[in-house]
DNA sequence: CTGAATCCTCGGTGATACTG
DNA sequence: CAGTATCACCGAGGATTCAG
């Protein structure tokens, strides 16, 4: 790595977009194919109506996500990747590999941790 | 991608940690080498004193930062990865080049859905 | 120089109710 | 079914001060 500043600032970049609450999670699902707009509320466990729709809001901002949306009665509204959204989903899959195969360790270090500073 | 499920999740935990507003900052600039405390705030520029603690802290406690205190006055201490953090700098770099290369994109998509939004 | 504690502000998030 | 608006809450983060 020799230009860590650069690739710093544009790594915190990203991960300030997809680092709240529900944006990752709403890209897994979507990397399975399309989805109506329940269909990810129900398979979210916990999010909130408004909140799935503000997380789909920035996707879509951002050109990740394509919103389409039928006038029909009652209304039908699908959300899928774009080109650009699928090919972030690589990287993401990097990391989640890392992390699947890292979270015995973090979780032994933090107990660790906690039993050092626990007894002083 | 068969078991997004179980990506996800890990993933959401990755995400869930390192997705503060400084971790990844920290963790780039401690992946050129050791840092000490006050190099560390000098290289990154907004961050608070308390807000490097913390974050320092919290890489300790999940075992991707080691600590070194010298009993000296004044007091000397120094930050660089672990092996553990270290490994982690890979996928984040993948990240990272993901970042640098669609950066444009994304504010294209962005400027071009506020306009659309603006007009109607 | 490094770190801990306190106070305070602000924004993200959730619950709810309403609209088309 | 999908989206918006409003209110309330809570915790992340900044400024400051004190300690070792």
Redesign the interface.
């Known amino acids: ?1 020799e230009n ?1 500043e ?3 600032r ?12 529900w944006t ?2 709403v890209c ?2 979507l ?2 194919g399309t989805h109506r707009f329940n269909a990810l509320k129900h398979r979210i466990p916990g999010i909130s109506h408004r909140m799935l729709t503000i997380t789909l809001r920035g996707l ?5 996500v394509a919103r389409k949306a039928y006038a029909t009665v009652p209304p039908k509204v699908e959300y899928c990747l774009t080109p ?1 959204g699928q ?14 195969e ?2 015995p ?2 979780e ?3 107990t ?3 039993r050092r500073a626990a007894q002083g």
Chains 1, 2 share one sequence.
């Open positions: 790595m860590v650069a690739e710093c544009s790594l915190a970049e990203v991960i300030a977009r997809i680092g709240d609450k990752v999670m897994g699902h990397s399975e879509e901002r951002d050109g990740l650009l090919s972030l989903t690589g990287p993401l899959a990097t990391l989640a590999s890392w992390a699947r890292n979270r360790a973090l032994q270090a933090r660790a941790f906690d």
